[in-house]
């Protein structure tokens, strides 16, 4: 397993968006990658830049006013930060394809399910429009849309949400892409179909072996689809490693207030959990680790220095002085701060 | 106590969508989006509705305030007759019951900003001088865990989560009574998530508001909700308390429902009962319960009855035949079943 290549490698990632209010750093300086096959989860606050880096990857942030000014994004060893506009377009859709978090945006009102479908596959493959016709219906269905043949003729709008976001799935599988990026494929949905989506995005994975980068807030979702799993927050990773080793000893204090606000369908609590604070205004912290102001462990060099990444045991790391080894006191400090709360 | 008055009163909502086909787009049949809803929503209390995508629940939100039409059906809003309105005293009573959608982007007008959105319901209103509007979308950015400086922006300069939380605030603006929040935290992550859960929950205590909770989230409906609404095909299948229906599910499809929550804890080995099967189109619905096609415990009535909405126990509704006298035979079952979730 651990022989395998990545698909997608991402290195110093870093995009900014050039406003009014000057330069705004949503994604500053991220590393990670995806590996053939394997379904890696990306968590993190509402706004930390999950979509903006799925967005880099596919070659369409918003430029102006967004740019990407720094790093590198291989896609089986390909640059993509400098591929033309023409090549990009060959390569979505064909080699990685996406799914996007809000499905009325990307779908277009004016035309019917099955000639957005049918176009999806025009565009990419050989074939004439029978086979085109053909392939989208089985697609519909493959997706759990019964009546696929209806579907074809109707407009998005006569969709409910949930399924708007399967004809999404739909039209993302039909080129049988090497990567898929799932953009939240799920918050629309109620759970028997969720159950039935993520359990339709694992035979992808299993069975053509399509790597899969799936952004989530849902925990549960993570801890049932991913294998590894990278924690962002204000533009920045802070905690990468195993979903089983993530969830059975979270290190960096916002995984674990994360975990600690989800609410348990299996008992009521009076009130939950939740982060003091809000997220950070991107570029608004100049110094320091960025969770700083929100953290209850916070002490004095995490206002003053930037942590790195620590490595934390095999295939975990956690950007958090608590596991700066390299000071005594300070461990100690962290394995009873921990251990108590 | 005042918590029992109900502020709302929904009797056999209906909605039937046309669907045309052909070249000449003749109808040729219905989408029974909705089909026969009854509940009522009491003073102070959250009334949760979850069920399967395409059930209705976003259709049955946006009839109660009359952004769609009901095609059969009476709701009753703090003694007024909503159904009934003119569009004048309908605007009016919008003052009093507001929406957060579903679609955050879609919802937001992407020409405004976000400051001249917040305000647009006060203005249409009626209330309050500029300063003061003003005002108050400050404070209600800051009460939704934004800054006073994002009210200069567009939408899509927002996260979609933070989008969300602006839907929640224009919702907010005229101090309704009811909200209908048509999955107000889908889109965001956990921890925004129980910060607007807990905001949802305090405001409702400062203000004795009313809501009403769209979700797919069952831990969401559970932690939010007094009592709970299922839904399905479009037609209520159970309602009861929140406890009820997580500690004793009756329906098959609610006890499917529960399983299917995925658990935040990857070692953690769930009994999960997997549904076969499409979900039925609501233009050509099963015959009978709606339900028996997925239904892992069908009996023969199941295809030729339609199940009542009956209590069973107090205040524990369900449209199920396994409870019914005539099928005393199946109580065994019963048991089996709910032992099941989860
Ligand atoms: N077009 C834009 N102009 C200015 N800022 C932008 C633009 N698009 C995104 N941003 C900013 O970039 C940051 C990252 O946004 P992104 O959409 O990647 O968040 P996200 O992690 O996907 O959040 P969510 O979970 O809410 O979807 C946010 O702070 C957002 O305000
Ligand atoms: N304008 C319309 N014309 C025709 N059919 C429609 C229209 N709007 C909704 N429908 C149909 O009505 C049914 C219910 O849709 P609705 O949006 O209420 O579902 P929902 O329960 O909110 O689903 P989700 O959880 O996916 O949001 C669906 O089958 C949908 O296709
Ligand atoms: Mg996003
Ligand atoms: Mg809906």
Redesign the pocket.
């Known amino acids: 397993m651990t022989t395998k290549d990545p698909v997608l490698q991402v290195k110093g990632l870093k995009?900014s968006?050039f406003?009014d209010d000057g330069e705004?750093p949503?994604?500053d300086d991220i590393d990670f990658y995806v590996k053939e096959g394997e379904v890696l989860g990306i968590v993190?606050?509402?706004?930390?830049?999950?979509?903006?880096?799925?967005?880099s990857v596919m070659g369409l942030i918003?430029s102006p006013?967004?740019k990407i000014t720094g790093g590198e994004i291989k896609l089986n060893g390909e640059e993509l930060t400098t591929a033309s506009e023409k090549r990009m377009r060959k390569i979505r859709g064909n080699d990685v394809a996406m799914i996007f978090?809000e499905p009325m945006t990307s779908l277009n009102p004016l035309f019917t399910i099955g000639s957005q479908l049918m176009d999806a596959t025009l565009i990419h493959k050989k074939g004439d429009k029978k086979q085109a016709k053909k392939r989208a219906i089985e697609m519909l269905k493959l997706v759990g849309l019964g009546r696929a043949e209806e579907l074809m003729n109707e407009y998005p709008h006569q969709l409910s949400g949930g399924m708007r976001q399967r004809v999404m799935i739909a039209m993302a599988m039909v080129c049988d892409p090497k990567l898929l990026i799932a953009?939240?494929p799920t918050t629309a949905l109620d759970v028997t179909i969720q159950a039935q989506i993520l359990k339709l995005m694992k035979r992808l994975n299993e069975e053509l072996n399509t790597a899969i980068m799936l952004?989530t807030?849902d925990l549960g979702v993570v801890a049932e689809t991913c294998e590894r799993v990278v924690v962002?927050y204000a533009?920045k990773v802070v905690e990468n490693g195993l979903a089983v080793d993530i969830f059975k000893d979270p290190q960096h204090p916002y995984t674990r207030g994360l975990i600690q606000s989800v609410p348990d369908m299996r008992y009521k609590k009076q009130r939950l959990y939740s982060i003091p604070g809000n997220?950070p205004?991107?570029g608004s912290i100049k110094k320091g680790c960025r969770f700083a102001a929100r953290c209850e462990f916070a002490f004095e060099r995490c206002l003053q220095e930037d942590p790195p990444l620590y490595k934390t045991a095999e295939g975990h790391s956690t950007r958090c002085f608590l596991f700066d080894d390299t000071k005594e006191d300070t461990l100690h400090d962290k394995d009873t701060t921990i251990a108590t709360s | 106590m005042t918590k029992t008055q109900p502020l709302l009163q929904v009797e056999n909502l209906k909605k039937h969508f046309p669907v045309r086909g052909g070249v000449l787009g003749k109808q040729v049949g219905n989408v029974k989006a909705v089909d026969g809803v009854s509940f009522t929503v009491n003073k102070g209390e959250t009334l949760g509705i979850v069920g399967e995508s395409g059930c209705g629940k976003s259709t049955t939100g946006r009839m109660l305030l009359r952004l769609i039409e009901s095609t059969e059906g009476k709701v009753v809003f703090d003694g007024k007759e909503v159904t009934a309105l003119s569009q004048n005293e309908l605007r009016k009573l919008r003052r009093d019951m507001q929406m957060v959608f579903q679609d955050p982007f879609a919802s937001l007008n992407p020409r405004h900003t976000v400051g001249k959105i917040l305000e647009e319901p006060l203005k249409v209103h009626g209330i309050g001088s500029s300063a003061e509007r003003k005002k108050r979308v400050k404070e209600l950015l800051e009460t939704v865990g934004l800054s006073s400086y994002h009210a200069k922006?567009y939408p899509?300069?927002?996260?979609?989560?933070?989008?969300?939380r602006i839907g929640i605030a224009r919702a907010l603006m005229t101090r309704p009574k009811l909200i209908i929040a048509d999955e107000p935290v889908s889109?965001?992550?956990v921890s925004i998530q129980s910060q607007v859960l807990n905001l949802m929950q305090d405001l409702q205590k400062e203000f004795g508001l009313t809501y009403i909770v769209i979700a797919h989230d069952l831990g969401v409906v559970r932690h939010i909700s007094d009592r709970v609404g299922v839904m399905y095909l479009g037609k209520m299948v159970e309602l009861t308390t929140s406890e009820k229906l997580y500690d004793k599910p009756l329906h098959p499809y609610t006890q499917a429902l529960l399983s299917a929550v995925p658990v935040p804890d990857p070692l953690f080995k769930k009994d999960s009962i997997v549904l076969q099967g499409d979900i039925p189109s609501p233009s050509n619905p099963p015959p009978g319960c709606t339900f028996h096609t997925r239904c892992p415990f069908k009996m023969d009535v199941c295809e030729k009855k339609v199940p009542q909405m009956l209590e069973h126990e107090e205040g524990h509704y369900a449209a199920c035949h396994l409870y019914t006298e005539e099928k005393q035979g199946a109580s065994q079952n019963k048991e089996m079943v709910g032992g099941g979730a989860v």
């Open positions: 995009v968006f406003t705004v949503a994604v993190g606050e509402s706004g930390c830049g999950k979509s903006v880096t799925s967005l918003p006013p967004g978090q953009d939240e952004i807030h962002m533009g997220v205004r991107p | 922006r899509h300069q927002f996260s979609g989560g933070q989008r969300q889109a965001l992550d």
